[in-house]
């Protein structure tokens, strides 16, 4: 009884942090749509603001997925939780992010120069 009662007020919260969480990541994807477009931004800050979306993005889905699995089975809940870790820990490790940024975005094609 107790733990259902607990788990129901841990989803109201959980609920909440995630929306407000979703609500600014959206915006800082916007804001960073609108500097891919006209470039205001110093490359130092886009690439910093590049790297806090990734962290934001993972901790939004994140808090959502635990959200769900609160609804559900605790076996649930400790998969989704220990899935959670393991992407927190690689976003941390330095050569993560930019790694899959360059895999995820190719280098443009060079044109053939005759000589």
């Known amino acids: 009884m107790f733990f259902k009662k607990t788990r129901k007020g841990l989803e109201k919260v959980v609920d909440f942090v995630g929306e407000i969480l979703a609500f600014l990541t959206l915006l800082l994807m916007i804001f960073m749509l609108i500097n891919g477009q006209f470039n205001f931004l110093p490359t130092d800050t886009t690439a910093f603001l590049t790297y806090f979306m990734f962290v934001a993005i993972i901790f939004t889905v994140g808090l959502k997925s ?43 094609a060079m044109p053939d120069v005759p000589g």
């Open 66 to 108: 635990l959200e769900f699995a609160l609804n559900n089975s605790l076996i649930l809940t400790i998969v989704i939780l220990v899935l959670l870790i393991v992407a927190v820990i690689f976003v941390f490790l330095p050569d993560t992010l930019p790694n899959w940024l360059s895999n995820m975005i190719p280098a443009p």
